[in-house]
């Protein structure tokens, strides 16, 4: 039901840094972004939800966790994450994906955009 559409990935090199953004449609409780990286399965790297009071609540796969952001513009219906410090390993395809209702930090989203690659590479 949600559309999503990522864009803003990029090659570049470890250390350097690189925000993603995602338009998406409605007002999704769940966002979150993740990636596959070459011979690596689907991996969660940003998860988040927003509380019945408003509350922005984030959770990051331990590997990003103190290095990315994941941030949300409901304004301009935008959902982003932002990546510093990048290294080789980070290197994949990043998908954002949205749910509308449910559990937020888990692997059941069910609407998912095309993905933007990410490159980290010397």
């Known amino acids: 039901q949600v559309q999503l559409m990522e864009s803003g990935g990029g090659s570049v090199q470890p250390g350097e840094s690189l925000t993603l953004s995602c338009v998406f449609s409605?007002?999704?409780?769940?966002l979150g972004w993740f990636r596959r990286a070459p011979g690596k399965g689907r991996e969660g790297v940003a998860r988040?939800?927003?509380?019945?009071?408003?509350?922005?609540?984030?959770d990051y796969v331990g590997s990003v966790r103190g290095r990315f952001t994941i941030s949300r513009d409901n304004a301009k219906n935008t959902v982003f994450l932002q990546m510093t410090n990048l290294q080789p390993e980070d290197t994949g395809m990043y998908l954002c994906?949205?749910?509308?209702?449910?559990?937020?930090?888990?692997?059941?989203?069910?609407?998912w955009g095309q993905g933007t690659q990410v490159t980290v590479s010397s």
């Open positions: 988040s939800s927003v509380t019945n009071t408003g509350e922005f609540l984030t």
């Open positions: 994906a949205a749910r509308s209702k449910g559990y937020c930090f888990g692997n059941d989203y069910t609407d």
């Open positions: 409605g007002s999704p409780k769940c």
